[in-house]
């Protein structure tokens, strides 16, 4: 399985050396990052973005937390953009399903990333309100669930499973804690995996073998003793 890395970031500097990155196939964001960023006014500097990356995917979200905000914001979002996705989360804060909001968006032939999701219930409940032609991502949370102590395979396995007939959409790992991520997402056939900048670079470096490891290890530990000092 081909699985596309895109690039989970907001920071503009990043986002410049990293859509040079053949490696990197898109961009995904949130108000998270955004914020993190340092955005203030969030459409000007999504437009700043779009600036750069201006073929590749990119993934804005709505924070309206009703579906006529949502719906409102994901219209005008999408007009930023050919290369534009909406991102709308699977419920709002009162945990409220969005599927008005996506059928609603889907329909307008509106390219949507669903985020926030964490089961393949879930994922059977968005392609029962969406249509088999306009392009959908649906993020499943990998890292923030195996935080909890659950295991989030089975569930991407199921949803992969049951998202086969929509050739319109893609299964998304999200949250990644660790290069070998990449791995498993290849393993199990997620069509796409976001991935932090500083995680992709490590990927780039795939291939040392065990005898470099430990060499390098025990280096770096020599190092550090020599640096600090030690003595017994």
Not at 42 to 47: H, I
Not at 77 to 95: A, E, H
Request: aromatic share 10%; charged share 30%.
């Amino acid at each position: 399985m081909n699985t596309k890395i895109f690039c989970d970031i907001a920071d503009l500097s990043l986002i410049k050396k990293f859509n040079k990155k053949k490696i990197v196939k898109g961009f995904t964001t949130n108000p998270s990052l955004m914020r993190k960023a340092g955005a203030t006014n969030y459409r000007l500097y999504c437009q700043k973005i779009l600036k750069v990356c201006k073929i590749k995917p990119i993934s804005f979200e709505v924070f309206g937390d009703d579906d006529k905000s949502m719906i409102n914001q994901g219209q005008k979002i999408s007009k930023w953009g050919k290369n534009v996705y909406v991102k709308v989360p699977i419920v709002n804060s009162k945990n409220k399903f969005t599927g008005k909001v996506i059928k609603n968006l889907n329909s307008k032939n509106i390219k949507l990333n669903i985020t926030a999701v964490y089961s393949a219930k879930q994922t059977k409940k968005i392609l029962n309100v969406i249509n088999k032609k306009t392009k959908v991502i649906i993020s499943i949370f990998a890292g923030r669930s195996a935080d909890t102590g659950k295991d989030p395979i089975p569930e991407f396995i199921k949803s992969i499973k049951i998202a086969k007939k929509f050739k319109n959409v893609d299964i998304l790992w999200a949250s990644v804690r660790e290069p070998y991520n990449f791995l498993q997402s290849k393993r199990i056939g997620c069509h796409i995996i976001t991935i932090p900048p500083s995680i992709i670079e490590k990927i780039e470096k795939f291939g040392k073998s065990f005898d470099q490891l430990t060499i390098e290890t025990v280096k770096n530990f020599l190092i550090d003793s020599k640096k600090s000092k030690f003595k017994i």
